[in-house]
Nanobody, 121 residues
Framework: QVQLVESGGGLVQAGGSLRLSCAAS????????MGWFRQAPGKEREFVAA????????NVADSLKGRFTISRDIAKNTVYLHMNSLQSEDTAAYYC??????????????WGQGTQVTVSS
């Protein structure tokens, strides 16, 4: 059974940083590209960042490049999202999922509980 458990969110002041974690289980972690998505209130879920199976390739949404990076630790079955220079527009619930690297879309519609990031200005 696939399980994705996001953590690390919280309340942060504008300009601050956070590192989100996603602990994965129930599947062979190294067999899948992984990604982060976010959903702000009243908006659709959007792509944030992706990382290939062994971490050689990454992709970050154009609007977030230079501030967000993604990494993974295969030994820990965990993918991370490093967020710097946070802005109020980054306020959202953040989710991880397995992802198709060619389209930056999720493999399936299973989502964890997410982790809330709130940036105060």
């Amino acid at each position: 059974q696939v399980q994705l458990v996001e953590s690390g969110g919280g309340l942060v002041q504008a300009g601050g940083s956070l590192r989100l974690s996603c602990a994965a289980s129930g599947f062979t972690f190294s067999s899948y590209n992984m990604g982060w998505f976010r959903q702000a209130p009243g908006k659709e879920r959007e792509f944030v960042a992706a990382i290939s199976r062994f971490g050689r390739n990454t992709n970050v949404a154009d609007s977030l490049k230079g501030r967000f990076t993604i990494s993974r630790d295969i030994a820990k079955n965990t993918v991370y999202l490093h967020m710097n220079s946070l802005q109020s527009e980054d306020t959202a619930a953040y989710y991880c999922n397995r992802i198709y690297f060619s389209t930056m879309t999720p493999v399936d519609d299973y989502w964890g509980q997410g982790t809330q990031v709130t940036v105060s200005s």
